[in-house]
C-alpha cells in the first residue's frame, strides 16, 4: 500500500485474517488511505488516534469481537459518530440486529464482493462527510447568530448610554442620509420643539428655520458637504409648535462621505440656547449702557437733556435706530433687527449726530435714554453664528 494523497478518506480494515487483510485493503486503497488492525485492542487503539473516516470490521474475531469493539467506539464521543461496517460470514436476523444494537451502519455478508464493498463504503464515507459538514455549517451558523445577538445587544446598551448622555446633557441627536433625504430626531426632539414626529423631510426641517436664518445655514451646510469645513457649528432660530421661536445651537459633521453606493450621512446635536441669548443680549446692552456712564463720567458732559422740539424732527426711522443705538445695539445688529445694510446703519448714526448737534455714540445713548427712545423689550440680537 502507499501513502494516500492529500484530501482522500481514510478507511480503517479489522480482520484477524491476514490473507482478508490483504484483500480488502486492494479492493479499497486505489481510492482511501486504507489503515488495518488484526484484533479488537488494536483496532480501538488505532482508530481513536487515526480517526478515520469509516471502519471495517470482522464480526467474529478471537479475544475482543466485532460486537465489542463496535460498542467501545459508539460509546467514545470522540469516535461515536464514525460510521462501522461489519464484516460477517452469518446472514440470519438476529445477527445483524445484534449488530445494529450495537451501533453498525451496515453489513457486508463474506467472502466480500468487490464492487458491492466500494459501493457501501463509498456511500457511507460520503454520508459521514455531507453530515460534517452539515455539523460544522450549523456550528457556525450558531456562532453567528449568537455573534449578532451580542453585537446588537451591545449597540442597544451603547445606544441607550448615548441617549441618557445626551439627554442629560440637555443635547438632542439627529442624523440625516443622502438616499433618503429625511432627518431623524432623537430622544428630547419633543421637548425642544413640541413637535411629535421624529423623522423629518429635509424640506420639512429647513420649514422650522427663521427666514433670517435660513441662507446663512444652508450655505453652512454645503460648505459642510462639499468639505470645505470639518464640523458645522452654528446658531439659528427654529419655529416652536405654539409658534414663537427657539434659539438652538447646531453642530454637525459628515461621518460618511459618498462611496461606492453614492450615500453621505451626517450627524450632529441640537441645544437649546434660548436663555443663554436672552443673559449675552442683557449683558452687551447693559455694558454699552456702563460704557455710556463712563465716557459721560471721564468727559464730564453733562447727561443729555430732554429735548422735545428735537425729538419732534425726527423721522420714524430715525427714532427706531436711535432707540437700538441707546439699547446698546451695533450698526450690524440694528442692520438685521430692521432689514437695512450697515452701511446705511452707520449713514443714519452720522446724520443724527450732526441733525441733533451730539459728538458720540454715548452722547446718542444718553439722547435715547433721556427721551424715552429706547424700546421696552430687549431686541433680539444675531450675535455671531
Known amino acids: 500500500m502507499t501513502a494516500a494523497p492529500a484530501g482522500r478518506s481514510r478507511i480503517c480494515i479489522v480482520d484477524d485474517e491476514a490473507l482478508q487483510l490483504r484483500n480488502l485493503a486492494a479492493m479499497l ?15 480501538i487503539d488505532l482508530v481513536r488516534r487515526e480517526l478515520p473516516d469509516l471502519v471495517l470490521l470482522d464480526l467474529e474475531m478471537p479475544g475482543l469481537g466485532g460486537l465489542a469493539v463496535c460498542r467501545a ?6 469516535t461515536a459518530a464514525l460510521p462501522v461496517v461489519i464484516l460477517t460470514v452469518r446472514s440470519d436476523e438476529a445477527a445483524e440486529l445484534a449488530g445494529l444494537a450495537a451501533g453498525a451502519s451496515d453489513f457486508i455478508t463474506k467472502p466480500p464482493r468487490a464492487a458491492i464493498v466500494r459501493a457501501r463504503v463509498r456511500n457511507l464515507v460520503r454520508l ?6 452539515l455539523r460544522r455549517a450549523a456550528l457556525a451558523d450558531a456562532a453567528t447568530i449568537e455573534c449578532l445577538r451580542q453585537t446588537e445587544q451591545a449597540l442597544r446598551s451603547s445606544e441607550a448610554q448615548l441617549a441618557l448622555a445626551l439627554r442629560g446633557a440637555g443635547l438632542v441627536r439627529w442624523d ?5 433625504r429625511a432627518v431623524r430626531l ?3 426632539w419633543p421637548e425642544l420643539l413640541g413637535l411629535e414626529a421624529d423623522t423629518l423631510t429635509a424640506k420639512a426641517a429647513l420649514a422650522l428655520v427663521h427666514p433670517q436664518d435660513l441662507t446663512d445655514l444652508q450655505a453652512r451646510l454645503a460648505a459642510l458637504m462639499r468639505g ?10 427654529l419655529r416652536h409648535a405654539q409658534g414663537h421661536w427657539v434659539w438652538i445651537e447646531g453642530l454637525g459633521k459628515v461621518m460618511a462621505a459618498a462611496g461606492d453606493d453614492g450615500v453621505t450621512t451626517m450627524v450632529g446635536t441640537l441645544r437649546d440656547i434660548s436663555q443663554r441669548r436672552r443673559l449675552r443680549d442683557e449683558g452687551a ?8 456712564l463712563i465716557r459721560e463720567s471721564v468727559s464730564g458732559a453733562p447727561a443729555a437733556e430732554a429735548q422735545p422740539d428735537a425729538v419732534a424732527s425726527l423721522t420714524r426711522r430715525e427714532r427706531e435706530i436711535l432707540g437700538l443705538v441707546g439699547a446698546g445695539l451695533s450698526s450690524r445688529d440694528i442692520g438685521a433687527q430692521l432689514h437695512l445694510s450697515v452701511n446705511t446703519v452707520v449713514t443714519h448714526r452720522r446724520n443724527l449726530m450732526v441733525k441733533l448737534d451730539l459728538r458720540s455714540t454715548a452722547d446718542l445713548t444718553r439722547f435715547a435714554v433721556h427721551n424715552d427712545l429706547v424700546p ?7 450675535g455671531k453664528r
Open 29 to 43: 486503497d486505489a481510492e482511501h488511505e486504507v489503515l488495518v488492525a488484526g484484533d479488537g485492542l488494536d483496532a
Open 176 to 180: 440625516w442620509r443622502s438616499d433618503s
Open 73 to 78: 467506539l459508539k460509546a467514545d464521543p470522540l
Open 228 to 237: 470645505d469645513t470639518p464640523v458645522l457649528e452654528c446658531e439659528f432660530r
Open 128 to 133: 459521514k462527510q455531507q453530515s460534517e459538514q
Open 285 to 292: 446692552q447693559l455694558l454699552g449702557r456702563i460704557e455710556a
Open 376 to 382: 421696552a423689550a430687549p431686541p433680539q440680537t444675531h
Open 186 to 188: 432623537g430622544a428630547g
